[in-house]
């Protein structure tokens, strides 16, 4: 099994001051793990607030995703290595393939291997995916290996909870990271969370990451609220019982947030 936090914080959206203060905020109560990628466009400020933060790299998890333009092998590590730049870094703890874009002409056994490479360069020490269902997983494993692929890093809710995905990837060893948690804050919202987080004294957000948590899925929830993310860190001491679990299983509806043309799979 990977050795993946399983908790961290995301970036997604975030750019500017923002992520710098958000960044900031999450590392100084606590946070170890930072979640970025090539097209948010904020690697430089993110590697600014973790300078700034006097947290040995040593202690920290940092993730970034390499985007569809730099997939060619030729192209892979050497726009690897400008994101370590932007990062202010030797290597990422863990680098991903943003999303399988199908059409966009390169081989997914090629960029595969080209992230292998990076990892053997020591640019990043882990590799994994995102956003890739079954048969594109089988396809990575067949490229590099299921013992390679740290996590499939996938959009996950109590909305949209991908049960056929994620037995496969428990089945493969494959860790599961949940994106978009709370849906865009959907979940927010929900009358059954809301009715256990009153009966935990928790907040709806605690209950939905606890329930990922307890499922075994690392989370990267963002915030640009300092109270916001202290809460969110809380959600690993939060218990839900049988019940709990059953009334989310419950929610299921396949309300996918996330689904852009030319990049996403056909979802399992």
Do not use: C
Not at 49 to 64: D, K, M, Y
Not at 123 to 134: C, E, H, K, V
Not at 187 to 201: T, Y
Not at 209 to 218: I, N, S, T, V
Request: aromatic residues 6%.
């Amino acid at each position: 099994m990977s050795n993946i936090p399983s908790f961290g914080v995301g970036t997604f959206r975030l750019t500017g001051q923002i992520v710098i203060d958000s960044v900031r905020n999450a590392l100084d109560l606590g946070y170890r793990a930072i979640d970025t990628a090539q097209i948010y466009g904020n690697e430089a400020e993110v590697g600014q607030a973790i300078a700034e933060s006097g947290v040995p790299r040593a202690e920290l998890f940092v993730t970034t995703k390499i985007w569809t333009e730099n997939y060619a092998r030729g192209k892979l590590a050497p726009s690897l290595r400008q994101s370590l730049a932007k990062l202010r870094t030797d290597y990422v703890d863990l680098t991903l393939i943003h999303w399988p874009a199908p059409g966009n002409g390169v081989a997914l056994t090629e960029f595969m291997e080209a992230l292998a490479e990076a990892k053997a360069l020591g640019l990043t020490r882990q590799i994994g995916i995102s956003n890739f269902n079954i048969d594109l997983t089988r396809q990575a494993i067949a490229a590099v290996g299921k013992e390679a692929i740290a996590t499939n890093q996938i959009e996950l809710s109590p909305y949209l909870q991908n049960r056929a995905l994620t037995a496969f990837l428990k089945e493969q060893g494959i860790r599961v990271t949940s994106y978009m948690t709370l849906a865009y804050g959907k979940v927010l919202q929900d009358p059954v969370l809301a009715s256990i987080a009153g009966k935990h004294g928790a907040t709806v957000a605690q209950v939905a990451l606890a329930w990922a948590l307890q499922l075994g899925y690392a989370v990267i929830p963002s915030s640009t609220k300092r109270e916001n993310l202290a809460a969110n860190l809380r959600a690993g001491d939060l218990r839900l019982d049988a019940d709990d679990m059953a009334l989310i299983a419950a929610l299921e509806r396949n309300g996918r947030e996330v689904n852009p043309e030319g990049l996403a799979p056909i979802w399992d």
